[in-house]
Structure formats: structure tokens, C-alpha cells
């Protein structure tokens, strides 16, 4: 069996695990990770560097950095079996506006069709975080999709109501939850209205159709995606049984932001 640098390994461990936790029907998703110095190291012998295409986008902060990246139209579940037809390595150039395939992505396969929105997040938490944020993962989560058709489509409501779902949401996701409209995805739009959402929050929603979660490392970022499906997972139950009778209030919210010395966005409190 082929063996892989432990960079590779771990993005091919979160796509299973992704995959399993029933978030990536047929090709739905897709994860990009931003590599350090040391991990292009490990894995430049691989490369052969195909040519530029234009993003479509500039990302300024993102000059010269390598990602991996999953591929467009393929299947999360397949990544595990063939890494090389379903992932790659790409580079950004040095002029923040094209990418090249360095290794990976066989027979002409293409990032992920969402590579602008995932840039372009990268890009803002880049900014945002001082380069700690490192990974963009989109999934197709069920239950949060399902609110999108009964809660209204407003950060501040949507926030409250998932942090309500387990005590433990507000000090994962602090600054709450954005939400985009519906909007045709895989192109420049959604991912201008995305990437100012992350200027705010780590997660950004996409009604009807999935959501997005930034973060510093593999695990922590599916962490958080699994957190905020599990919140929105209570939610539906607690609806289909006919609603809250008792929740967390927000002065409790208070308390437990002062406990855990985490700042709680003050817009979700009110
Ligand atoms: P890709 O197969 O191009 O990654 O698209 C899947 C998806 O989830 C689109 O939003
Ligand atoms: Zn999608």
C-alpha cells in the first residue's frame, strides 16, 4: 500500500471522518488547507508543477502559499482510496490572482468549485487571525440545512438559537454564526458575501445548502462543524417535540462567558 506524508494523511483522515458523519453525499463539500513551510518540505519531491489558470479572485495574502485541496465532482468518501485522482496540491502565484496544480488532481481534475469562496475565506482569516487559521471545510450538514427552512435567516437569531442546544456552543463558537441568503454557489458572489462574514465569525452558514467553518488545525475546525451540526441536530428534535419549554438564559449565557473567560458577541445576548 502507498504511503503518504502525515500532512496528506490527516486531510485524507478528516474527509473520511467527514464523510462518515453523513455531511458529504455523492461530491458534496469540499476542504482546502493551507500548508506551513515544513509540510512543502515533506512533500515537494511530489511535485510537478502543471500551468497557471486564472482564480477569478485576488488574494492578496495568499501569495505563494500551498494548499491541498479537494477536487471538483469528487466524492469525499473516495479520497481515502485514491488520493491522487480526488485531492491535490495547489500554489497560488505570486500575484495573488492565478493557482497551478503541483501535485495530484490526475487525468485533469480541478480543485473544488468553490475555490473562490474558500480563497477568499482563507484569505480574510489570513488577515484576521495573523496567519494562525489554516483550513476551510464546507459540508453539506443536514440539520443545519433543515433550520434554514424554519428559523429566520438573521446571524443574531440563528446564533442564539444553536447556542440554546448545548451548553458548551457559546465557548466554541463565541462570535456566533453568520448566514448568507441563498445564492448560486461556486462563484465569486457567494464567496465575496462569505469571506465579510468571517471577517466576524468562524462560521458561516449558506441557506438551503450547507455551511462553512474556518479554524487553525484539521481537528479543530471539523470540531466545530460537528458541534454546530450536533446544536442545530437538538434543535430539530426540540422542535419536532414542539418546542422549548426551558432554555439557557441570557444572563446565564453571561455567567458562563465570564467562567470560561470567553468574550460572548454581545448581539446574541439581548
Ligand atoms: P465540488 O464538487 O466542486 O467541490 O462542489 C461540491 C459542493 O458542495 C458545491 O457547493
Ligand atoms: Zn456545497
Known amino acids: 500500500m502507498k504511503t503518504y506524508a502525515p500532512c496528506i494523511n490527516e486531510f485524507i483522515r478528516i474527509t473520511k471522518d467527514a464523510y462518515l458523519k453523513g455531511w458529504h453525499e455523492r461530491n458534496g463539500g469540499n476542504l482546502t488547507y493551507r500548508l506551513t513551510n515544513n509540510e512543502i518540505s515533506e512533500i515537494e519531491e511530489l511535485f510537478e508543477a502543471k500551468e497557471w ?9 495568499l501569495k505563494n502559499e500551498v494548499f491541498l485541496v479537494t477536487g471538483s465532482g469528487k466524492f469525499f468518501r473516495c479520497v481515502e482510496l485514491s488520493p491522487e485522482e480526488n485531492m491535490g496540491a495547489i500554489e497560488i502565484s505570486a500575484c495573488g490572482t492565478k493557482y497551478r496544480v503541483l ?32 483550513v476551510i471545510l464546507h459540508s453539506h450538514t443536514t440539520n443545519v440545512i433543515a433550520l434554514t427552512f424554519v428559523l429566520p435567516l438573521n446571524d443574531e437569531i440563528f446564533t442564539r438559537e444553536l447556542w440554546e442546544m448545548a451548553t458548551e456552543c457559546p465557548v466554541v463558537f463565541p462570535a456566533g454564526v453568520g448566514i448568507v441568503p ?38 479543530l475546525t471539523f470540531g466545530l ?30 455567567v458562563l462567558g465570564e467562567a470560561f473567560k470567553v468574550t460572548l458577541n454581545p448581539e446574541c445576548l439581548k
Open 225 to 254: 462543524m460537528d458541534t454546530v451540526e450536533k446544536a442545530a441536530e437538538i434543535l430539530v428534535k426540540v422542535l419536532s417535540m414542539g418546542g422549548k419549554k426551558q432554555t439557557i438564559l441570557a444572563e446565564e449565557f453571561k
Open 103 to 134: 501535485w495530484g488532481l490526475a487525468n485533469g481534475a480541478k480543485p473544488t468549485s468553490e475555490l473562490p469562496s474558500h480563497l477568499m475565506n482563507h484569505n480574510i482569516k489570513f488577515g484576521t487571525t495573523n496567519g494562525v487559521h489554516r
Open 182 to 219: 441563498w445564492m448560486v454557489p461556486g462563484g465569486n458572489e457567494i464567496a465575496i458575501a462569505t469571506s465579510e462574514l468571517m471577517k466576524k465569525y468562524d462560521v458561516a452558514i449558506w441557506a438551503h445548502h450547507g455551511t462553512f467553518c474556518s479554524g487553525e488545525t484539521l481537528d
Open 53 to 61: 489558470i486564472d482564480l477569478g479572485v485576488i488574494v492578496e495574502n
